[in-house]
């Protein structure tokens, strides 16, 4: 059965409504950022204390809180363009981006340093090294999804050549696969192994099931990173991936390459993408840099907990910790959570 929603998207069908997933920052918009950043740099509060009660964007809030609500019911991606970025301080960027971020969700810790805004940008690692980071290469980006409601990133340096932000539908791939090999498609919605992350307490095993899509009470939801699912495989006790499983593997990441699946989009200054994890993958093309170290290419990426989130099944558990709709979920916490359990059950 095909799922009928606008977050089945292709780049033809979105090509003539850039006006519903793009906005280009007002004067007004922009103003009222930096008048809330300058607020808050003379209180000197941690960035854990925004909320949209202490960090006031009246016209700019209230379009932030229709994007959220896009993304979740629409088609799952948002651009917003425009943000004087040069205007600011890295502080200042830090402040006013986790600050926009309340208004769409809770920013949520993307490390075992709580870090609500992540740095990206090539420390000259390897994605094809255990411990390579997509953040922390120019290498091309496989299509994968994060462990958040909404994934943000913003430009504040593009690459010199390269770099496109590439997204696609899940849903898209799913309606794909049904059509035209609905063998893997039932594959793919059967659990996979998949590694922990090295910070991710083993208190289940170093391991986890989940597949690569599910519809849990009604709701579509994609998890996919192919990394994970690899290393699980030098796993003592892990069963080899099937021929079937591989080929159905293989088909997901034909697919997402495909063009006719797939939208790159430049990542200018300034850009702000927003993507909902559970029916969009995203990617990114290889690039090369500058020669000037401050021309490297460099994102801020915010992970964000949405209170209007799907409901997800059971097997999402060890990457969120809370599956219930609308719970504060992802990111470190599931690792709070598993701590707090095997204290208690110590």
């Known amino acids: 059965m095909l799922i009928e929603t606008k977050a089945a998207w292709t780049p033809q069908s979105v090509a003539d409504i850039q006006d519903q997933w793009k906005h280009t920052l007002t004067e007004q918009e922009i ?22 009660g ?33 205007d600011f301080n890295y502080e200042e960027l830090c402040i006013l981006y986790a600050g926009m971020g309340t208004y769409m969700g809770t920013p949520i810790a993307q490390s075992v340093d709580n870090e609500l ?18 953040t922390q290469t120019c290498d ?25 932000s590439q997204i696609v539908s899940a849903v898209s791939i799913y309606n794909e696969i049904a059509q035209t090999r609905p063998d893997l498609l039932a594959v793919l919605c059967q659990n996979f192994n998949n590694i922990r992350a090295p910070w991710e307490p083993k208190v289940d095993g170093p391991t986890y099931q989940i597949p690569i899509f599910s519809i849990y009470e009604g709701q579509f939801a994609c998890r ?31 697919l997402c390459a495909d063009p006719r699946f797939r939208l790159d989009i430049d990542f200018d200054k300034g850009d702000i993408q927003f993507i909902n994890n559970f029916v969009t993958l ?31 099944s059971p097997l999402f558990k060890p990457l969120y910790g809370n599956v219930a709709a609308g719970s504060l979920r992802g990111g470190m916490l599931a690792q709070t959570l598993a701590t707090q359990c095997e204290t208690e059950t110590a």
């Open 54 to 86: 202490n960090f006031i964007l009246p016209t700019l809030g209230e379009r932030l809180k229709n994007i959220a609500s896009d993304l979740e019911n629409g088609l799952g991606f948002y651009m917003l363009t425009g943000l004087p970025v040069s």
């Open 117 to 134: 805004v992540h740095d990206v940008y090539s420390k000259g690692e390897s994605l094809t090294s255990e411990k390579g980071r997509g």
């Open 282 to 312: 995203h990617g990114r093309a290889a690039y090369s840099e500058y020669d000037q170290p401050h021309m490297k290419r460099f994102l801020l990426r915010l992970w964000l907990s949405s209170p209007i989130s799907r409901p997800l």
């Open 224 to 254: 996919y990173l192919r990394n994970f699912i690899h290393y699980a495989q030098q796993v003592e006790g892990i069963p080899d991936l099937t021929a079937q499983q591989i080929e159905a593997l293989d088909l997901v990441d034909s």
């Open 31 to 52: 103003g009222e950022i930096i008048s809330a950043t300058d607020k808050w740099v003379l209180e000197q509060r941690p960035l854990e204390e925004l909320n949209q």
């Open 140 to 164: 091309y980006l496989p299509f994968h999804t994060d462990r958040a409601d909404i994934v943000a990133l913003l430009c504040l340096q593009q690459s010199k050549d390269g770099g496109q």
